[in-house]
């Protein structure tokens, strides 16, 4: 790593990506090598060894590798509509604060989103908030563990059962993110994942999986994601091709034998920026547990959001927002731009995301926390 090591009086990059792939440079040219040479290119061996050690990382019976984590998403609602567990017109629960393509892979399925105001400071679902919600039409939750956060599963699961209704999880910010030891994948009926290049889990181009301890999902995804077909040239669904590749599989599962190690960072550096950072400007991150939270972002709140923003540049520290605009107030969803969710548009316009990337060096943290305190 030492010549990427980044030069503490240089700007702070919000995500070096070149350098964290740069820590197993061997590792990832030598899995290229083998996909390479093995001739074989989609949904072989590759494929199923990640599938295997990603289901058993996260502690369930299934992983089906697709091409990206909304595919994963929108595979889930798909496939629950293709063994008639789902309907046109179903109404799904899910944060109003989440990345849009929580809401997309809803509504890509003639399923209804309804948006719920977050938990102001874990920013996930609030389970206390889901009941006044309900109707007859409600038949699931899409609950997002945003930022890398565990949302209450062992409320929203509490929740959902007494109503029957499904739970997937928008698993794409939380790989390896537990409560009681239970990981992020094996709370719902079903979950989606993202290994988009910035993800804590980063594939080195566009990757997703399904996790599910559900055989008949998970065999339905894979059928969805191969042109709807189990043999090939029998087409029983009209599917999509969302499959993963052979070279991503074969880089990821290099990454995911390092994943545990860049959480252990990550956290090391939210502790001493939780610790760190004071200054009463400065709204920090709410954490219930350790374990809880993986720490894909560190979000802190702040009042004038741009000002502050282009102090840090100007101290050099790259920042970024996640998100400057919530799904209901985009162009693409004018159907929802009436609607009112205060403490969401809130939340949109303070947030702000620190440099929180396992390359950063002790100086670079010790130089983030004093910039902010200067502030
Ligand atoms: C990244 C992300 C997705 C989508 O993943 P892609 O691989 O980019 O399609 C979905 N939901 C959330 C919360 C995400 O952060």
Redesign the pocket.
């Known amino acids: 790593m030492s010549l990427f090591r980044a030069n503490p009086n240089a700007m702070i990059k919000f995500l070096d990506l070149q350098a964290i792939n740069h820590q197993y440079k061997a590792e990832l040219e030598e899995a290229c090598s083998r996909v390479i040479n093995s001739g074989w290119y989609i949904s072989g061996t590759e494929v199923g060894a990640f599938e295997q050690k990603f289901a058993s990382y996260c502690g369930v019976k299934h992983c089906v590798g697709v091409a990206?984590?909304?595919?994963?998403?929108i595979l889930i609602f798909r496939a629950y509509k293709e063994l008639g567990q789902l309907h046109d017109g179903d109404e799904v629960l899910v944060p109003a604060n989440?990345?849009i393509?929580?809401i997309l892979a809803i509504s890509a399925n003639n399923l209804v989103p309804v948006l719920i105001e977050p938990n102001e400071h874990s920013y996930n679902l609030d389970a206390g908030l889901l009941e006044q919600h309900l109707n007859p039409k409600t038949k699931a939750i899409l609950a997002?563990h945003?930022y890398g956060q565990l949302a209450d599963m062992p409320a929203i699961i509490t929740f959902a059962k007494k109503h029957h209704l499904l739970v997937v999880e928008?698993a794409?910010?939380a790989h390896g993110a537990s409560i009681g030891g239970k990981k992020a994948g094996n709370w719902g009926h079903a979950a989606?994942f993202?290994?988009?290049p910035g993800?804590n889990l980063g594939a080195l181009g566009?990757?997703?999986a399904v996790t599910t301890n559900d055989a008949a999902l998970a065999t339905m995804v894979r059928s969805l994601g191969n042109y709807g077909s189990e043999v090939k040239y029998h087409n029983t669904f009209k599917g999509i091709n969302s499959r993963l590749d052979e070279l991503q599989a074969a880089l990821l599962s290099v990454k995911l034998r390092h994943l545990d190690v860049e959480i252990e960072r990550r956290r090391a550096i939210a502790n001493a920026f939780l610790n760190g950072i004071k200054n009463p400007k400065i709204q920090l991150p709410y954490i219930e547990q350790q374990e809880q939270h993986v720490w894909?972002l560190f979000v802190i709140q702040v009042d004038n959001r741009a000002t502050f923003q282009s102090y840090l540049t100007e101290k050099g520290i790259q920042t970024v927002i996640h998100y400057p605009i919530p799904p209901h107030k985009q162009k693409a969803y004018s159907e929802l731009n009436k609607l009112s969710f205060p403490l969401t548009e809130k939340i949109h316009e303070q947030i702000l995301s620190l440099p929180i990337s396992p390359v950063l060096i002790d100086a670079e943290v010790q130089k983030i926390i004093n910039i902010v305190n200067g502030y």
Request: charged share 15%.
């Open positions: 990206n984590g909304l595919d994963a998403l989440t990345y393509a929580s997002v945003l928008d794409a910010q989606g993202s290994f988009y993800k566009d990757a997703g894909h």
